[in-house]
């Protein structure tokens, strides 16, 4: 809304601006974009047939929307993005708590500046930033947090008729006219749900006993655990039934969308002084860690593993690739398997395990590590096509690995090895050290877990004999 913005109720009604309700005015905005084939919610991966269909319908029909999955499952991520379908900005009175409409003020301090000035009265106009609000719902959550408050020594005194209490507003009505979302839905106390589904319902709310009316716009939106959701009891009925659209999230179905998550996702620094490569082959074990650990009896399934444990996996192992070249004065940075036990204790913090004898947590860990290099080996190689280095070692070659070892020192070994330098050739590492180096230790590795090399670790280091 360029040159001059209305500044007035008066100038508002001339300009003709007509104020429609959230609901409607994302459902435009959504038609618009979906008629200009733009992207709808920017950064969202994995996703795009499955849950961004749903909630497009569920935007279109108008329906409230309550997002169902385990955690790490950008739940929220996804109904913080909601905020991109609304106008960029939309006008209120000015300096009302709750953005009332102009044309329409609910709070009691806005009528009656409406009452006394009429169109002179003055207005803002808010960035669709200010119109998102949400809250981690739990037990002892209260009426005065998300709806509101009114003063007990007024109620005491008598001094005000229900109507026209002054109310000190609460999360959601501080969120009129935008979007509000509550997490954990089925954590609120039964009272709180009865609380809320009142102000979506009958526009007004029992505070203090007292039935105030509250004729909010808000579109609320809602995320939950599956299993809590669809426990008895946890929600009331017609708060359950008032969601119209129940949108199942699910973690990326494929290696490729986990990666590039943790690729867009992973805390990044500009380190001039070091160039950072990560092998695709390297990228794709932290993503089947997650996988597998996803699928194992020991770990806590209910609760899930986030797809911020790949992330967080993957920034554990380039900081030790980092630290490695910081130490050794290399410049190019590139994570080896070596470097993969530095992602245990990223890991043990990130998944809940299922009834284990304490320290067996890294156990099972190394496991799911080691399951990791080996399905992702088996992508690349052909164990057959590798007798040749087998054979080497078989004939009493033994050579030594490690998360300290120079770069050179691994170009030196490849070349020494019948058969390795081809095997690291389908890796494509160029005449890049740091990479033959990654890609010796995959070989080696993939090597070994197939059973065809022999592995000792001796004081820090790992040596792999026939
Ligand atoms: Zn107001």
Redesign the pocket.
Known sequence: MAGAQPKTIGELRQSGYQVVSTKEEMRRNLISRIKKNEEILPGIVGYDDSVLPQLQNAILSGQDIIMLGERGQAKSRILRSLVNLLDEEIPI?DG???N?NPYD???K???DSVEKHGDAVEIEWVGRDRRYGEKLATPDSTIADLIGEVDPIKVAEGRYLSDELTIHYGLVPRTNRGIFCINELPDLAERIQVGLLNIMEERDVQIRGYRIRLPLDVFLVASANPEDYTNRGRIITPLRDRYGAQIRTHYPRSVLHEMDIMEQERTKFTDEQYEVTVPPYMREIVAEITRLARRSPDVNQRSGVSVRASIADFESLLANAMRRAIRLGERDVVPRVSDLPYVIPTLSGKVEFDTVEDGKEDQIIEKLIQGAVVAVFNRYFNVVDLEEVVTRFKAGLATEVSDTMPSDRYVTMMKSVDGLARAVAKLEPGENPALIASATEFVLEGLHLNKRLNKDRVAGKTQYRG
């Open positions: 009175i009302c708590e709750i009332d003020p609910v709070c301090a806005c009528r």
